[in-house]
């Protein structure tokens, strides 16, 4: 589900980013904003990001719930010059009505 | 050492079907940051579950390192303040999301960061335990 949704975000599909989003989903981003589902959304149309790299993931289970884990090396374009960012995130992942769903996330830079 | 005070807990409309898994949940909240405060590992110990994922500032930190660290801290003269939280329940899962202030004195500057927070818990064994929390400084 994580591949999933970096390429949901890489591709722009908006579509398979309502499906991974619960509705409350709330994400904290790497400058300390609050962003809710439809922010997210919103940033997606407008990302200049071209490829989200997995780096490592760990992946904790609690029950119905998953803590995701990792650092993704995010690739791409700004004003015309590349850009790479490393990252860590911290995902919590739902199982809700058969299928695992988002419900929180934060990402902070590395370096 | 480290100071804290609880301010303006904010309500949030989910909290409404949850209130007390919302008043269960920033209890233990409040009990870990006291718990810090004084360097008590054995309510941290217990507070947190085995498999706790902390990343604070971009690095990745387990439940030993974690405890490892408070037993070996020294008194700071810092102190936390608790600006607001909400609380989202999902079934035996809660994630608390809210900003706290860090204050401090460094060679006789003051100094001041605000963070903003991810805490997710988890209800195990009759115990809402701490699986994940990570914390952002907030840009100004």
């Given at each position: 589900m994580e591949h999933v949704w970096g390429q949901?975000?890489?591709?722009?599909?908006?579509?398979?980013?309502?499906r991974i989003l619960d509705d409350a989903f709330v994400n904290v981003d790497s400058d300390g904003k609050l962003q809710a589902k439809a922010d997210v959304l919103a940033e997606m149309r407008t990302s200049t990001t071209l490829q989200v790299l997995t780096e490592s993931m760990t992946v904790h289970l609690h029950g119905n719930t998953a803590i995701v884990t990792g650092v993704f090396l995010i690739k791409g374009v700004e004003r015309g010059k590349p850009y790479a960012q490393r990252v860590r995130f911290v995902d919590t992942w739902f199982y809700k009505n058969g299928q695992w769903v988002s419900i929180a996330g934060l990402v902070t830079r590395i370096g | 050492m480290v100071l804290v005070c609880l301010t303006s807990l904010a309500a949030s409309a989910q909290e409404a079907a949850g209130s007390d898994v919302a008043r269960a949940v920033r209890a233990l909240e409040s009990e870990w940051f006291e718990a810090q405060a004084r360097n008590d590992n054995r309510t941290l110990d217990l507070i947190f579950d085995n498999a706790?994922?902390?990343?604070?500032?971009?690095?990745?930190?387990?439940?030993?390192?974690?405890?490892?660290?408070?037993?070996?801290?020294?008194?700071?003269?810092?102190?936390?303040?608790?600006?607001?939280?909400?609380?989202?329940?999902?079934?035996?899962t809660a994630v608390v999301v809210g900003t706290y202030l860090e204050t401090g004195v460094?060679?006789?500057?003051?100094?001041?960061?605000?963070?903003?927070?991810?805490?997710?818990?988890?209800?195990?064994?009759?115990?809402?335990?701490?699986?994940?929390?990570?914390?952002v400084p907030v840009s100004k």
């Amino acid at each position: 589900m994580e591949h999933v949704w970096g390429q949901a975000y890489v591709s722009k599909d908006p579509k398979a980013l309502e499906r991974i989003l619960d509705d409350a989903f709330v994400n904290v981003d790497s400058d300390g904003k609050l962003q809710a589902k439809a922010d997210v959304l919103a940033e997606m149309r407008t990302s200049t990001t071209l490829q989200v790299l997995t780096e490592s993931m760990t992946v904790h289970l609690h029950g119905n719930t998953a803590i995701v884990t990792g650092v993704f090396l995010i690739k791409g374009v700004e004003r015309g010059k590349p850009y790479a960012q490393r990252v860590r995130f911290v995902d919590t992942w739902f199982y809700k009505n058969g299928q695992w769903v988002s419900i929180a996330g934060l990402v902070t830079r590395i370096g | 050492m480290v100071l804290v005070c609880l301010t303006s807990l904010a309500a949030s409309a989910q909290e409404a079907a949850g209130s007390d898994v919302a008043r269960a949940v920033r209890a233990l909240e409040s009990e870990w940051f006291e718990a810090q405060a004084r360097n008590d590992n054995r309510t941290l110990d217990l507070i947190f579950d085995n498999a706790l994922v902390y990343v604070e500032s971009g690095r990745l930190v387990t439940k030993g390192d974690y405890l490892l660290r408070v037993r070996s801290a020294k008194p700071q003269l810092e102190q936390i303040v608790l600006e607001g939280t909400t609380v989202r329940t999902f079934g035996d899962t809660a994630v608390v999301v809210g900003t706290y202030l860090e204050t401090g004195v460094k060679d006789g500057k003051p100094w001041l960061k605000r963070w903003r927070f991810v805490d997710t818990w988890v209800y195990k064994k009759g115990h809402w335990m701490l699986v994940a929390a990570a914390a952002v400084p907030v840009s100004k």
